[in-house]
């Protein structure tokens, strides 16, 4: 089945900006509705936002609308989350799903992920 790996996480000043990078291999990645969540210590995996196959479609959560930006290249099999005015609540641990399915924001309906990447926020 697909394999998703993360990249491009670190440590960013608060207003600063960071790209992160999810790579599938194993099956195409136009096979997948995709997905970004991202996890603080002792809280719920939360969704950020998520891609249609196509790339037509996108959504995203509450807390960085118009700050995160998801994009996919399928001829790369890449997925992107450009997240710019970063701010210390976005410190998490940063997760790349994969579902077959529709785009969605419920954590269950995403079979496949990613082993994560940590994003530090300074204030």
């Known amino acids: 089945q697909v394999q998703l790996v993360e990249s491009g996480g670190g440590l960013v000043q608060a207003g600063g900006s960071l790209s992160l990078f999810c790579a599938a291999s194993?099956?195409?990645?136009?096979?997948?509705?995709m997905g970004w969540f991202r996890q603080a210590p002792g809280k719920e995996r939360e969704f950020v936002a998520t891609?249609?196959?196509?790339?037509?479609?996108?959504y995203y959560g509450d807390s960085v609308k118009g700050r995160f930006t998801i994009s996919r290249d399928n001829a790369k099999n890449t997925v992107y989350l450009q997240m710019n005015s970063l701010k210390p609540e976005d410190t998490a641990v940063y997760y790349c799903?994969?579902?077959?399915?529709?785009?969605?924001?419920?954590?269950?309906?995403?079979?496949?992920w990613g082993q994560g990447t940590q994003v530090t926020v300074s204030s």
């Open positions: 799903a994969a579902t077959y399915g529709s785009s969605s924001l419920r954590r269950e309906d995403y079979p496949y």
């Open positions: 194993g099956r195409p990645l136009n096979n997948y509705a």
């Open positions: 891609i249609s196959r196509s790339g037509a479609t996108t």
